[in-house]
């Protein structure tokens, strides 16, 4: 069956760190590709997404993914995090097969200041 | 702002009893999908809708049912409630087939 996979359950970093977040996905097939994040007491935003072209994808707020193929991986990046980037980020994939997105189980982050 | 609305922003019940929460998509969205999210289960599909008819099923509960309606409104029913669904309650709509706009969400606390 199809997965996605969020390695880390929890992050904690120091302002002006830098951040990935690591997504991975389980289809040989054609994948639409996407990070959500969901600040405290929030619903979820689209941060940025992948459907095709350059695989290198800047969203907002200053964050970007890449997509590598080969690793089946998604990663999500920031290269210095603001304490307000403090939220839960998800990672979801759409595969050709199906309607709805497989979504990770997320990953919190905290940014002490 | 996504556009997507949600009624109630909180609801509190007994066990046993029912309740339907609303959503209303974004302006010409054809898609309504409904997620459950606990902070045991995390996020969870539950159902979607597509211009009126069922698209897709996810974990949801025989006791949970949803539909939309023809001005593509959509609710979610949750009877027999337990202590168990007490959880936020996101609806998302989406245009192209893939990216999903949420609302705010309902909270539901059974006591």
């Known amino acids: 069956a199809q997965s996605v996979s969020q390695h880390n359950h929890h992050v904690i970093l120091s302002e002006a760190a830098s951040l990935e977040l690591g997504c991975n996905y389980s289809?040989?097939?054609?994948?639409?590709l996407f990070w959500y994040v969901q600040y405290p007491g929030q619903h979820l935003q689209l941060l940025l997404k992948?459907?095709?072209?350059d695989p290198l994808v800047k969203g907002i707020k200053g964050f970007e993914a890449e997509f590598i193929k080969s690793k089946f991986s998604f990663n999500l990046r920031k290269p210095s995090v603001q304490w307000s980037d403090t939220a839960e980020y998800f990672c979801?994939?759409?595969?050709?097969?199906?309607?709805?997105?497989?979504w990770g189980a997320g990953t919190k982050l905290i940014i002490k200041p | 702002d996504s556009g997507v609305t949600q009624t109630p922003k909180h609801l509190i019940t007994a066990t046993g009893q029912r309740v339907t929460l609303r959503c209303s998509p974004r302006s010409g969205d054809l898609s309504v999908y409904w997620y459950q999210q606990s902070l045991d289960q995390g996020l969870q599909f539950l159902i979607q809708y597509y211009n009126g008819e069922e698209r897709a099923k996810g974990n949801i509960l025989e006791r949970f049912s949803a539909q939309q309606f023809p001005d593509l409104h959509s609710e979610l029913n949750l009877s027999s409630l337990e202590l168990g669904d007490s959880a936020l309650y996101f609806c998302?709509?989406?245009?192209?087939?893939?990216?999903?706009?949420f609302g705010p969400g309902t909270r539901l606390t059974v006591l």
């Open positions: 979801a994939v759409k595969v050709d097969s199906n309607y709805q997105l497989i």
């Open positions: 998302a709509s989406s245009a192209e087939a893939d990216t999903q706009y």
């Open positions: 289809y040989g097939g054609t994948v639409n």
């Open positions: 992948y459907f095709s072209g």
